[in-house]
């Protein structure tokens, strides 16, 4: 329960900060981990039953990127596939979809 009870608290926002991102709280939650505040296969548990960014969710990648997730995972959450619509703001001319799981130099920074 506690692990559920600090993703929905950082994931919501608050009056005094807004909600925290994704990578930001599973930064958070390792954390906890390695400080043996919480238990690493509940951990991963917890995680096999959470779809971090559905499909339909708007990103924006390490590199500029804006898009879609055209594909989530169940077993590599944080890795789905993104359809990408924009680069630094400026709309591409032909969409590209990017698989994350292929591409380990790009994360996503941020929900949309």
Known sequence: MAIADIFDAMRSSRVYRPAFEINEILEHLYTMITNQELDRE???EFLQH???YPKGSKVR???GYEGVVIKARKHANSRPVVRVLKQNDEKLD???DID????VNLIIEESL
């Open 42 to 44: 509940l951990m991963e």
């Open 50 to 52: 959470l779809t971090l």
């Open 61 to 63: 990648l390490n590199n």
């Open 94 to 96: 032909k969409p590209k």
């Open 100 to 103: 994350l799981n292929r591409k």
